[in-house]
Structure formats: C-alpha cells, structure tokens
C-alpha cells in the first residue's frame, strides 16, 4: 500500500492479487462443496433403508418364508416419500431399493440405490439369516456413483 500525501488506499495489482487467490480457492473448494452437499442429501436415502432392513433381517432370522409373489414384504413405501426418496421397492429375495428425487440434478433424479442381504457365502440370501447387506452395487441396479453414496455404501 502507497501513500501519496493524505490518500491512502490499495493499488490495482494488490486488488488483483487478492482477487485471484479468492478465485483459485473457489475453484478448488467448490467441487468438494457440492459432493458433500449430495453426500448429506444422500444420508435421508439411506436412511429410508432402515425399515425395510429391520423387518427382513427379522424374517430370515425366525426362519419365516420370504413373500410368494413381486417381493411384497409390508416396508414398501410408495411415490414422493420424502425430499430425496420417491419410493421404496423389494424383490423377492429381499433387495431393497430407493428410487431417488428432488436432486435437481440428472446424475440422480430417477436413478436407484439397492441394499441387498447376503448369507454367509457372500450371495443372496435365499431362506438363510443374513449375515452382512451389500448397498450400492451395481450388481443389484444402484446407478449412482460411489463417490456420492456415504462411505458404508460403495459396493461392499
């Protein structure tokens, strides 16, 4: 900073200096903003997960029959059930799967995210308890990409 006499005040390449430093910052910390701005958005997803899970999971542990037609188990919920879920699916086996809303964005309006229950062999589980849930597999139809589900749901 100059001073001449009494004015006092930033030179136009000290403005410029600070400037690009603020947008080279923006550009780096955006994207990270936005991945975990669908990452929070993503955790009512998951969490739609929960009942379904619950009452599966208690099925094959009772040693009850999965349902004989369309994979009615009782948690379904149907269209626009929350901000982020438009409805929750099963399968016969038991695959749960969220169809997903209100992203605003195509990478994820209309797309699914799965958990599915496995035995002990690591396959699905066909009248056996479930010993671990497979979620965000594509495997079982989730068509969004890892890096925006939460790190307990890439595929494992």
Partial sequence: MRKYGTQRGFTIVEIMGVVAIMGILAVITLPTIKTNAI?????EVIFAFGPCKQLITEVYLSGGDPPASGGQWGCEVGPNASTYVDQVTTTAEGTIIVSLRGFNDGRFNSHQVTLAPLDATGNLTSGGPVMRWRC??????TDVLPQYLPASCRGG
Wanted: cysteine-free.
């Fill in 136 to 141: 965000g597999s594509p495997i079982d139809t």
């Fill in 39 to 43: 990452r929070a958005k993503m955790a």
